[in-house]
């Protein structure tokens, strides 16, 4: 997540070149509601797509952002992101389990429909059959979002889907969103960082627990494999954890931390080290706890 004097820093010169087709104003109020989300900046917020670009083949990273007119067209408060209502679901329902153990039932029932109509509306507005997934709503427009993201695990994760929508969900992810990495971030490719090619290890923690917890236990230990692996291949390679992932785009390429977006590749990161902790506990066999920092090349696969 961007700090605020790295918001500040991007915010000027992409409201100065929105100003032909949005007020300044509004362009920081959506890039402070992309930054607060945690995915600053993607596609996944943009009007207008970036155009697709090709990640460096060498790992180099890029800081600076070509798609910036793109970025203009930013419109996150548009948007209804169905991890946020995802989770505030599951919010909704420990308040009214919580209220319920005090004593306190008229909370608990009131918490308990909010949870309830908030499933109801997740369903009907996000939820896309044909297609097997779970999409961002544009409530401007009164239309899904037509990019597939990774968000569309947290609904499996804190448990608001059911059997059949989570089997739909397995499939779509295993065919559009799986790389040799682990779990893309969005279908979308941009040098934005919450985009294709780059993997984010709290993505790949709540995919894993959410298929582990529908019975999907196959495509979830491919996930943490492959993640585990991505990970292990730098350390041995750089002696280092990172912020972010390239995703390996073929089985045997070299890992490489993440590019694109607003600033530096962040060495160390709790949410890399939490979910790697976590998953070398869930596979004790896993080639990864045998990892050294600085070997002569990664062998993780």
Not at 105 to 111: I, K, P
């Amino acid at each position: 997540m961007l700090t605020i004097s790295k918001r500040d820093a991007i915010g000027p010169t992409l409201a100065r070149k929105a100003e032909l087709n949005s007020p300044s104003a509004d362009v920081y109020r959506d890039l402070r509601a992309a930054c607060e989300s945690g995915w600053d900046l993607s596609t996944r917020w943009l009007r207008e797509s970036a155009p697709e670009t090709t990640p460096p083949r060498n790992g180099a990273t890029r800081h600076e952002a070509p798609t910036a007119p793109s970025l203009a067209s930013i419109c996150t408060t548009d948007i209804l992101p169905v991890d946020l209502n995802a989770l505030l679901y599951r919010l909704e329902l420990q308040i009214a389990a919580l209220a319920r153990k005090a004593g306190d039932a008229a909370t608990a029932r009131n918490f308990e429909a909010l949870a309830a109509d908030r499933r109801s509306s997740i369903n009907a507005l996000m939820w896309h059959t044909k297609a097997g997934a779970l999409y961002d709503y544009d409530w401007r427009h009164g239309k899904r979002r037509d990019c597939l993201t990774a968000a569309c695990v947290v609904p499996l994760f804190v448990g608001l889907t059911d059997d059949r929508q989570a089997a739909a969900l397995a499939r779509t992810l295993r065919e559009r969103l799986l790389a040799p990495g682990g779990l893309a971030s969005t279908e979308c490719r941009s040098d934005q960082q919450w985009d294709r090619p780059n993997g984010w290890a709290p993505l790949q923690w709540m995919a894993v627990l959410g298929l582990r917890c529908h019975g999907h236990t196959e495509l979830a230990d491919t996930i943490a494999h492959r993640w585990l692996s991505t990970v292990a291949g730098l350390y041995e390679r750089e002696g280092k954890l990172v912020e972010k992932y390239v995703l390996r785009v073929v089985e045997h390429e070299s890992t490489h931390g993440g590019g694109g977006g607003e600033y530096l590749l962040q060495d160390g990161f709790g949410w890399t080290n939490g979910v790697t902790a976590a998953m070398l506990a869930l596979h004790p066999t896993h080639t990864a706890h045998g990892c050294k920092a600085h070997t002569p090349s990664d062998w993780h696969r």
